[in-house]
């Protein structure tokens, strides 16, 4: 009999298999896909590390949880800052003076924030009924048109005016020149990719990939004292109150015949003629000096049956759907549901990883730590 079967091997999985197994208890993992790691996952391509399920960069200001992670892999310096490409042109993301620089020839904040405060004021006065129309009210016509609106089409599949207002409450913009994406105290990846992590995280547990819940679930059930869960929640209760919404993505990876295909990790393609929103090239994260480089193409899609779960759409029908499902999983003493997929929650990777060693903690007790 196990302690604790643990279903899926993603952050939530591991971090909770590594933690009971240090405790000396009895735990097992199964896994869905072919490999352990969840959306963490890479593919090693020309000796490159291939982020499979979309660009991965650890972020935190949870020194803590930054010294977790780092007791298992060394997290290299990589700073996350994006590029996009718009009519022709290259400019820095997040929207900082660099940007102003190359959209205006401003020089000082204040020469900036008088050229945004001149062309937000086209609509001064009125409430913005659609997302074009926040957006400039925001940080006015040139960014809203050089670097937002053909992205956010592409994106959403549909006009900025015919998109409401709220997509948009608050965009980053930084009045220095900083192009460093996320504004967290530590920031990295870690050196040998994350399969490092996840493969330090399960030393020494019993893993079965290939292996779905689903197929033989009694069995399972009856292998242990308490089931993890971090499936979807849906799909636990045989969609009862009806399938979640998910945002996709479709990916497609090439490898290149070049040691450079676009100098950055990330560039968004801004322009409508593109049919992808942005490319990865993988190399850039680990600061890689193979002779030739591996690029992502990443494609807004819907989500249809038997996709990946992406992004959960935490809308107010989803989120109606979810509270039924989650009230059920209260009832369910044997079982924790947790993760992205089983609390159907945008968790990055550094609150995934708090979750876990929470719940954890309060399942053993802090006497047992
Ligand atoms: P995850 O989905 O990783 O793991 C769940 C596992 O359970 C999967 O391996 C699945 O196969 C398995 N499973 C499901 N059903 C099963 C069944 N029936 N039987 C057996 N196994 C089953 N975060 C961040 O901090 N920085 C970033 O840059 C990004 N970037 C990013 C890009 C994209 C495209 C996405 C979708 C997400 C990110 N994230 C991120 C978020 C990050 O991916 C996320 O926080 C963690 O991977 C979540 O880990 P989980 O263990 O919760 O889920």
Not at 38 to 56: L, R
Not at 133 to 151: F, M, N, P, V
Not at 155 to 173: E, M, N, S, T, Y
Not at 194 to 211: D, F
Request: glycine share 8%; with cysteine.
């Amino acid at each position: 009999m196990y302690d604790y079967l643990i279903v899926g091997s993603g952050l939530y999985g591991s971090i909770f298999a590594h933690e009971a197994h240090k405790l000396g208890k009895k735990v097992k993992v199964i896994e869905k896909r072919e490999h352990v790691g969840g959306n963490v996952y890479c593919e090693q391509i020309e000796g490159i590390n291939v982020h499979k399920y979309g660009a991965h960069i650890f972020h935190t200001s949870d020194k803590a949880i930054w010294e977790y992670v780092n007791s298992f892999v060394e997290f290299n310096r990589y700073t996350n800052s994006p590029m996009a490409l718009s009519k022709g042109k290259i400019y820095n993301l997040p929207f900082n003076m660099n940007t102003f620089n190359q959209l205006w020839g401003t020089i000082t904040p204040q020469e900036a924030k008088a050229k945004i405060s001149q062309q937000s004021a086209e609509l001064s006065g009125k409430e913005p009924t659609n997302l074009e129309e926040q957006a400039i009210s925001l940080i006015g016509r040139d960014i809203y048109e050089t670097l937002i609106k053909e992205y956010t089409e592409k994106q959403w599949g549909r006009k900025c005016k015919d998109l409401p207002a709220f997509i948009i409450r608050r965009l980053p913009v930084r009045f220095s020149y900083d192009n460093n994406y996320f504004n967290d105290t530590y920031q990295g990846i870690p050196v040998g990719g994350y399969n490092k992590l996840i493969n330090a995280l399960l030393e020494g547990i019993e893993i079965e990939t290939s292996v779905d819940y689903f197929d033989e679930r009694e069995a399972w059930d009856a292998l242990a004292e308490k089931i993890i869960y971090t499936g979807p929640i849906d799909r636990f209760f045989d969609y009862k109150f009806g399938a979640l919404d998910y945002r996709s993505l479709r990916f497609e990876t090439e490898v290149i015949d070049s040691d450079n295909y676009q100098g950055n990790a990330v560039v968004n393609y801004i322009d409508k003629k593109y049919d992808f929103t942005r490319i990865i090239e993988h190399k850039f994260f680990e600061f890689g000096t193979q002779a030739k480089t591996v690029i992502t193409r990443e494609y807004p899609k819907e989500y249809a049956k038997g996709d990946e779960y992406y992004y959960p759409v935490n809308d107010d029908k989803n989120m109606k759907i979810y509270k039924q499902y989650y009230e059920l999983s209260k009832l369910k003493e044997n079982i924790i549901f947790g993760g992205r997929l089983a609390e159907y929650k945008y968790y990055d990777m550094h609150q995934v990883i708090k979750s876990a060693l929470h719940t954890f903690k309060s399942q053993v007790g802090a006497g047992d730590e």
